[in-house]
């Protein structure tokens, strides 16, 4: 697979990541040897760059990672994030923490349940409004000095919020959802990260699977998957949102191509600073969508998906008020 570069002076990684997520939480049940094996299989499609969170699970997706790094730990780029709390009693209930002192402990569990020695890229997963970014990128990269961490990145960070972080040690990625039906960064947020040489990594680059095509009501998702209670995936939203879906696998249809595949191949021709993270936890979506790292889309295609998705074209908000509540916008 192609590479590209995360950041001005930032590492080479494969042109598209693997999102793991879903392989432990929050899209139905998960299935650890088929997930070891979608990530076997993305190794031998090129794909290096892993994506994770301690809040995945909590906690149990960083370790599914870890086990699939043992032996062969230098051939995987490997992106972890902290900052965002889980109640034990109720991991439903959410917070937020990016004091110095989270920060370091954050970083050495997850040092720890991953089974290595240094984190390659280091997101603050959500900002903490109650600890200036000053305050929290500065304990970031104390880590770097330590070894313990490579590169640093923000994950929904707003543009002001990303130039101060950038003033305290730079900042190699921004991580954010984007996608045909997700395309709030281009404005403001985009500009910025090139502007600071900064590089953009699209999380959920698919719409959480919903611009695959292959959902067609509520009751397509497992009992537990969190879409049945998110916005865009329910009641007057769903079916609108369904017309989009629609578009997108006429002109996949039109291209030869596979409704995932066109979508990220427009996600992947916005720019050679974007780095799609598509998750999956099986083989056979991965092998898909790991193709359209190899689709040059003809500009008058990419002009047309535009047109029929403009930015505002979803309907429903991405999160729940909720979880809406914790974006630094």
Known sequence: ???????????????????????????????????????????????????????????????LVGRALKGRRNQFFV??????????????RRGVDGSPAYVRKSAEDSLRRLGIETIDLYYQHRVDPNTPI???????????????????????????????AHRVHPITALQTEYSLWSRDPEPEVLPMCRKLGVA??????????????????????????????????????FERNLRLVDTVKRLAAEAGLTP???ALAWVLAKGEDI????????????????????????????????????????????YAPAMLAFLNL
Request: hydrophobic fraction near 35%; charge should be negative.
């Open 200 to 237: 953009f990594v699209a999380y959920s680059p698919l719409g959480r699977g919903f611009l695959t095509g292959r959902f067609r009501s509520a009751d397509d998702f497992e009992p537990g998957d969190y879409r049945r209670v998110s916005p865009r995936f329910v009641g007057e939203n």
């Open 79 to 92: 992106a972890t994030k902290f900052g965002i709390l889980r109640d034990p009693a109720n991991p439903a």
């Open 275 to 318: 780095v799609p993270i598509p998750g999956t936890k099986h083989r056979k979506y991965l092998e898909e969508n790991a193709a359209a790292a190899d689709i040059s889309l003809a500009p008058a295609v990419v002009e047309t998906l535009q047109e029929a998705f403009p930015p505002d074209a979803a309907a429903g908000d991405r």
């Open 1 to 63: 697979m192609k590479t590209r570069r995360l950041g001005k002076d930032g590492p080479e990684v494969s042109a598209m990541g693997l999102g793991c997520m879903g392989m432990s939480e929050f899209y139905g049940a998960g299935d650890d040897a088929e997930s070891l094996e979608t990530i076997d299989r993305a190794l031998e499609l090129g794909i290096q760059f892993l994506d994770t969170s301690d809040v995945y699970g909590p906690h149990t997706n960083e370790e």
């Open 260 to 262: 995932s595949q066109l």
């Open 134 to 164: 000053e305050e929290t990128v500065g304990a970031m990269s104390r880590l770097v000095e330590e070894g313990k961490v490579r590169f640093l990145g923000l994950s929904e960070a707003a543009p002001a919020t990303l130039e101060r």
